[in-house]
């Protein structure tokens, strides 16, 4: 009897079956295997079964073999991930803004097939999250493959760079003038991919939403700039100053609040801060901000217990900055 074209695949199979539809809990016998290699066209004996899973452990593949009356045989134990390792895996990409739903759901069902057939059911009622808004740009996939590519080559890119209207559509910025950059860093702040880049136009480092750029090309001929401005570059205290990815000038600021919002400040600047005891309950810190409407807006959302004790001007910017918001409620009272 002629063997099939299969049948040189049949430790692969054995594999691919031990993978799919084995778990601790549920063994297959050598003749549920023999059963399920002839789907695939594949004969086998119980003889050659107990020789293949020989071969397989000897090779590593961490295979067990249940002794029981009833409900005995193998299945694969180790895997690459354990189920909370994949439940973590699910759950960064269901929450994560940066990726669209359809590319969400892709890829959940292929971090499903590395669990057990019955564990990746537990994977699929753990990935319901409501409400949580997503990209809509299926590109950034390709976009960050090509910026990688760029800051691998050592070359510039260009791009245009989009924004919302009262449309609810991306449209170019600038007209559709395209931005030149030299890319050096992706970095990932507020569940957004960020490119942070040297403006070979302003002659500055910039950032840019990964999701909002169109149209990125490499200039193979040209090579980077900014090298001189990225040797000491850090790009985690980068993100810290820069809330929200908004930017302003870089400033020492004093602030005065009590100690039970330490944990805050510590939260947004890390442990690098300076914390002096004032009196009690009240501490000061020294803080390096980027000054803006953002580092305002984000002090005005911890409340009337934080104080700017310096440097005076940007006290007075605050004060003017609250000053600007009430006079848009002048009208109302």
Known sequence: ????????????YILKILTEKTDENHCMSAQEIIAELSAYDISAERKSIYDDMERLIYFGYDIVYVKARSGGGYYLAGREFELPELKLLVDAVQSSRFITQKKSRELISKIEKLAGPYEGKQLQRQVFVAGRVKTENESIYYNVDRIHKAIQDNVPITFTYLAWNVKKELVPRREGKKYHVSPWALTWQDENYY???????????????VDKMSRIMELAKESRKGMEAFKEFDVAEYTNKTFGMFGGEQEIVSLRFPEDMIGIVLDRFGKDID?????DGIVSVRIKAAVSGQFYGWLT???????ILGPEHVRNNYIDFMKQIMENYHEFT
């Open 1 to 12: 009897m002629a063997k099939s074209a299969n049948q040189k695949l049949k430790l692969l």
């Open 195 to 209: 490119l942070i880049a040297y403006d070979d136009e302003d002659e500055r480092i910039k950032h840019f939403r």
């Open 275 to 279: 914390i002096r005891k004032m009196s």
């Open 301 to 307: 959302g911890l409340g009337k217990r934080v104080c």
